[in-house]
């Protein structure tokens, strides 16, 4: 069974660097067909997508977020990561990491399957100083 | 604000059958079925309930069920349970190749 656990400090000052690192057990961060993602909730609040990352390198960003972030997949170590920068209040949230589909393609377009089957228990962050 | 656009809450009486609206645009439903749906309880992760739309991974109940008309997708739930009171959430990629969320319904059941 696939397993995902966050990890990373859960007090971050503002202005800094949120970092959190999600490992993958049970099965291979290096399967072709899936990508590993972070999605975010912030207290009563929705899911919010921050990014996606395929092993070999593909990332896709939030459009509302990309300037700040940076996610990265280590398949030695079978886990991947986020960075977020110059982080605010609003960045306080529950972050999870969680896998999803890949590519599919037809007449012409590409889209990327997001359905996400495989979820941590999630990581909260408090931005405070 | 959301990019898809879900009522804030439902409710039913153990038994009935609810339908939970999911719009988009014709940059995210409108333009695929790549639409997805996830039930959380509080204090859990979300759990996928359909994907491509209609479909159901395995384990899951076939009293849920989705569906999608233009750029409107909805998740339905036949036969009320207790235990069916949660959060839903649709999904929806984008011709962008990012994905949008809705803002989430919160089902109670009476």
């Known amino acids: 069974q696939l397993q995902l656990q966050e990890s990373g400090p859960g007090l971050v000052k503002p202005s800094e660097t949120l970092s959190l690192t999600c490992a993958v057990s049970?099965?291979?961060?290096?399967?072709?067909?899936?990508?590993w993602g972070w999605v975010r909730q912030s207290p009563g609040r929705g899911l919010e997508w921050i990014g996606s990352?395929?092993?070999?390198?593909?990332?896709y960003y939030s459009p509302a977020l990309k300037s700040r972030v940076t996610i990265s997949v280590d398949t030695s170590k079978s886990q991947f990561s986020l960075r977020l920068s110059s982080v605010t209040a609003a960045d306080a949230a529950l972050y999870y990491c969680a896998r999803h589909w890949g590519t599919y393609c037809s007449g012409g377009y590409c889209y990327i399957q997001y359905y996400f089957d495989y979820w941590g228990q999630g990581a909260l962050v408090t931005v405070s100083s | 604000q959301s990019a898809l656009t879900q009522p804030a809450s439902v409710s039913g009486s153990p038994g009935q059958s609810i339908t939970i609206s999911c719009t988009g645009t014709s940059s995210d439903v409108g333009s695929n079925d790549f639409v997805s749906w996830y039930q959380q309880h509080p204090g859990k992760a979300p759990k996928l309930l359909i994907y491509?739309?209609?479909k159901r991974p395995s384990g899951v109940s076939d009293r849920f069920s989705g569906s999608k008309s233009g750029s409107t997708a909805s998740l339905t739930i036949s036969g009320l349970q207790g235990e069916d009171e949660a959060d839903y959430y649709c999904c929806s990629a984008t011709r962008s190749k990012t994905v949008a969320f809705g803002g989430g319904t919160k089902l109670t059941v009476l």
């Open positions: 049970g099965g291979s961060i290096s399967s072709t067909g899936h990508f």
């Open positions: 491509e739309a209609k």
């Open positions: 990352i395929h092993y070999g390198g593909t990332t």
